[in-house]
């Protein structure tokens, strides 16, 4: 779920460039509640970021202090957690080796969905809000269509070559579970489970950071008509 990488990978943090695993989990039940995890891990990186943390500036940016990118996350939970149809949310925060985990439960799709989009609008600058028009999360009850807003991946463009270099050793990987067994899906790079269940699609953060489609995928369930 390729959305957050603008809002629960730390904004503040990966403006500063570094080697990281995103790994989003989507659980649906078959009336379309369910729960979300997200788990963004920095660890291979804590040397560098500490480094980058004692710094001023950085390449003529100002750096975020720790204090600053705390407050970041913590506005961004109280945020999620005053939105409607979000439960039994909790974060996981580990600023010593940089790994943050969000765990929620979603009401219905049409509910996470709209409660990112809240979140994203308050915390994205006035240029990312013509694609909270998109809807990047459609579920009809015998298909799921996931899509990833460009808004996104804006902030990975015209890297140096360190930054992309480190950008091809992070991955991200998505996985949807369901209920019902899945009949196919149209991402051909997307891996179907053992029990039929869940599919995982893996891509590489430099790769997804220039072509953002990689990740779409709309999954059918097993006795669905195909369609949307």
């Keep these: 779920m390729k959305y ?6 730390l904004g503040m943090l990966l403006s500063l460039t570094s080697c990281i695993e995103i790994v989003d989990e989507l ?13 963004v891990n920095i660890s291979s990186s804590k040397v560098k970021l500490n480094s980058y943390l004692a710094l001023d500036s950085l390449d003529g940016k100002r750096v975020p202090s720790l204090e600053e990118i705390k407050g970041y996350v913590n506005d961004v939970v109280s945020s999620l957690k005053n939105q409607e149809g ?25 509910h996470l969905q709209a409660a990112i989009k809240a979140v994203a609008q308050e915390n994205s600058k006035k240029r990312f809000l013509e694609e909270l028009n998109h809807n990047w999360l459609e579920y009809s009850g015998n298909s799921l269509a996931r899509s990833i807003p460009k808004m996104n991946i804006e902030r990975a463009k ?9 950008l091809k050793e992070g991955t991200y990987t998505s ?43 709309t999954i059918y369930l097993k006795n669905s008509s195909g369609g949307n």
Excluded: C, H, P, W
């Design 4 to 9: 957050f990488f603008s809002i629960f990978t």
């Design 27 to 39: 659980d649906i039940n078959e009336d379309g509640s369910g729960t979300f995890k997200y788990t």
């Design 86 to 110: 979000i439960s039994n949310l909790s974060m996981e925060s580990n600023y010593t080796d940089f790994i943050f985990k969000l765990k929620l439960d979603f009401n219905s799709v049409k």
């Design 158 to 166: 015209n890297l140096s070559a360190e930054e992309t270099k480190l």
């Design 175 to 217: 996985i949807t579970r369901f209920v019902k067994e899945v009949d196919r899906f149209d991402n051909k790079d997307a891996i179907l489970s053992k029990n039929k269940k869940a599919v995982m699609v893996r891509t590489d953060a430099y790769s997804l950071s220039q072509k953002n489609q990689l990740l779409d995928n």
